[in-house]
């Protein structure tokens, strides 16, 4: 078992970034493929990025391409979301989750959400 703990959302303006970290748990968090997700009120979740175990392949949703970057550190057991050029669409409680790096295994563990507020 993982166990993610995110932190780095808050309340920012248009056009400024936040930095996303999720810390994990265990000496296996190198073995395991990242994704982070977000949802906002009255909306279905979405994946935003994705990363591989090795950091070698990452994964964009088209509406952050460009200004999103997906990172990680596995000696320290953090992933990262950096997020620039932030926008009101980005507005959403934004979860880190991990699976495994097999292509079919679903995202069975999950951080417990930050809140990230863009104002307009």
């Known amino acids: 078992q993982v166990q993610l703990v995110e932190s780095g959302g808050g309340l920012v303006q248009a056009g400024d970034s936040l930095r996303l970290s999720c810390a994990a748990s265990?000496?296996?968090?190198?073995?395991?493929?990242m994704g982070w997700f977000r949802q906002a009120p009255g909306k279905e979740r979405e994946l935003v990025a994705a990363i591989t175990w090795s950091g070698g392949s990452t994964y964009y949703t088209s509406s952050v391409k460009g200004r999103f970057t997906v990172s990680r550190d596995n000696a320290k057991n953090t992933g990262y979301l950096q997020m620039n050029s932030l926008n009101a669409e980005d507005t959403a409680v934004y979860y880190c989750a991990a699976r495994s790096s097999f292509l079919t295994a679903p995202y069975d563990y999950w951080g417990q959400g930050t809140q990230v507020t863009v104002s307009v």
């Open positions: 265990g000496r296996t968090f190198g073995t395991y493929n």
